[in-house]
């Protein structure tokens, strides 16, 4: 059974508001920066503004494609490629519980997968089912089967 390909987001006005408050919270870090150290004021907005465009531009476009043999996280500030087998647990939180070689499991945060604090419990069910879908999408991976199964 072949999984079709999915993009899993937070709710639309939740991305809204986190890329639109980056340039606000961007201009208050320009201003910190002008009162704590002795810099050019224009080159300072101008660097804080195009960062804070930036990670704004992130926040909306923040992701979890999910393909056949792999998904691709994409969070405000970091992106990262997780195998199928690799995944094991999705739990309430919403971070991914993975494996890839190690002993100790390794958590990757999903924005799409848990509210932020400030939308105070709001699209809950968006998020669970995103979790949910993941959940699905984790368990329906095929499972590799050990060497002297598969020689035989």
């Not at 476009?61 to 997780?82: C, G, K, P, Q, Y």
């Not at 647990?89 to 519980?97: F, L, T, Y």
Request: hydrophobic content about 40%.
């Amino acid at each position: 059974m072949r999984y079709a390909n999915r993009t899993l987001r937070a709710p639309a006005v939740h991305r809204a508001v986190a890329a639109l408050a980056s340039p606000v919270i961007g201009y208050f870090v320009a201003r910190l920066l002008l009162e704590l150290l002795t810099l050019p004021e224009r080159p300072v907005y101008a660097v804080c503004l195009v960062v804070a465009v930036l990670l704004g531009y992130r926040a909306w476009a923040a992701r979890i494609e999910l393909e056949d043999e792999s998904m691709r996280i994409h969070n405000t500030l970091v992106s990262s490629t997780i195998g199928r087998s690799d995944v094991r647990r999705v739990p309430e939180s919403g971070r991914i519980e993975w494996h890839h070689g190690r002993t100790r499991p390794t958590r990757s945060p999903a924005e799409s997968l848990r509210a932020p604090w400030w939308t105070l419990g709001t699209a809950s069910r968006t998020y669970a089912r995103n979790r949910e879908e993941l959940r699905s999408w984790v368990r329906t991976a095929p499972r590799a089967q050990p060497d002297d199964q598969a020689a035989a």
